[in-house]
């Protein structure tokens, strides 16, 4: 029986900044930020928006009545939650009315958290082949105004549903996985960015993707003439780049090339958002379909990290008309009609912050499952 991923969808803010405008503000060359870091633009959110409003919206755009009655799972993979207690899951369950008898709560490890939510959906449609897992993966990358992290922040969430007989990818069921713990990237309860030793992040993601690699090749039997792409967690678009090249010695120019030219179709995406964390390796996976040329029963290789640090490596084949499931037309509109930011007006969205004080407060933002009341603490949704 197949399982896999029968839709996806991604959805991010209508607001992006260019990232020549803050290499400029910056005083700093926009090449380091073009090309030093692969990044083109920025998405920037609103305080009205959260990880609810995006992983909704995501969402929204690929669940049918049918598949709202047939979820009995529905799993948030983020970094990102807006309460220690109760989870996103539970209200973007609320928000799309999915049938109640349904399972809802987070996942976190770091950037891994998606790739948990993941294969959890996996194994719960092999127990229950009838029924549907709802995924998001939804994340804000915050760092901080005039911080070295700045240029490498982004948001946005992607939505998978997990069926048998899917649509668009299958599992082949052959992760292998790794797990050390370090201290590349965290954030500690009250700290409003996360600590991160930049250098360190840079060799843990590097070192863990070759391991898991290699591991894959001893225990999987392959090397990457089996793969037709390999897919990437993208802090930034460059990160992966790296990773990739780390193992061309053992490839013939040939093999590299063509590796590199998937790799460039993968990133397209992630270069107009920034970074998703928990969502970036699956808006790369939406990146590499829709604009790749990719045929039905090749292999896509996929690489998960999270800081702290997991990572993970397994793979997914392509199913037949697979293209007539995606929404590529969608996805390029909703990226080519955000409205581009001052930076003046991007400091002040990155400043703004929701009212923590239990009174009562309206806002006027109309956006799908956009926070529209705050009162005793508790936000209030668009629907």
């Given at each position: ?7 996806i ?8 900044l ?38 909704a ?16 799972m ?37 950037c ?5 939510a ?27 105004l ?20 899917p ?10 996985f ?12 009250g ?26 090749k ?14 990437f967690?993208l ?13 061309y ?5 040939a ?37 790749s040329d990719?045929?039905a ?9 999270g ?22 037309e ?27 004080d ?18 005793e ?7």
């Amino acid at each position: 029986m197949n399982i896999g991923i029968d839709k996806i969808s991604f959805h991010v803010p209508n607001y992006y900044l260019d990232m020549t405008d803050l290499a400029n503000a910056r005083e700093t060359d926009p090449n380091k930020f073009h090309i030093g870091l692969g990044q083109d633009q920025m998405a920037i959110i609103p305080a009205t928006q959260d990880i609810v409003t995006l992983g909704a919206c995501a969402a929204a755009k690929i669940l049918t009545t049918e598949d709202k009655q047939a979820i009995d799972m529905v799993i948030v993979g983020t970094e990102s939650s807006t309460d220690f207690s109760k989870s996103a899951a539970v209200i973007i369950h609320r928000l799309l009315d999915i049938q109640p008898f349904a399972r809802s709560f987070e996942v976190k490890q770091a950037c891994y958290g998606g790739t948990a939510a993941l294969q959890q959906a996996h194994d719960y449609v092999a127990l229950h082949p009838e029924r549907k897992v709802l995924v998001i993966a939804a994340d804000i990358a915050k760092y901080g105004l005039n911080s070295g992290g700045e240029p490498t922040q982004g948001c946005g969430a992607v939505a998978m549903l997990v069926t048998k007989d899917p649509h668009i990818l299958a599992f082949n069921n052959d992760s292998v996985f790794y797990s050390e713990d370090v201290y590349d990237f965290w954030r500690p309860a009250g700290h409003d960015y996360p600590l991160v030793d930049g250098h360190m992040s840079n060799q843990i993601y590097i070192d863990s993707f070759t391991r898991v690699w290699e591991q894959n090749k001893k225990v999987n039997q392959t090397d990457s003439t089996d793969y037709a792409a390999l897919t990437f967690h993208l802090p930034y678009t460059k990160m992966g780049r790296k990773a990739l090249r780390a193992i061309y010695p053992e490839m013939s120019e040939a093999e590299q090339q063509r590796l590199e030219a998937r790799y460039d179709e993968a990133i397209s995406y992630s270069r107009q958002v920034g970074n998703l964390y928990t969502g970036s390796l699956y808006l790369g996976l939406a990146s590499l379909l829709d604009n790749s040329d990719l045929a039905a029963g090749e292999k896509i290789g996929l690489f998960s990290y999270g800081s702290g640090a997991v990572s993970e490596f397994f793979s997914m084949t392509l199913m037949e008309d697979y293209k007539k499931s995606l929404t590529v037309e969608a996805n390029y509109a909703l990226l080519a009609d955000r409205q581009a930011l001052s930076i003046a007006e991007y400091e002040k969205m990155f400043s703004e912050k929701l009212p923590t004080d239990g009174g009562t407060y309206s806002f006027s933002d109309s956006s799908d499952f956009a926070i529209n009341k705050i009162s005793e603490d508790i936000r209030y949704y668009n629907k």
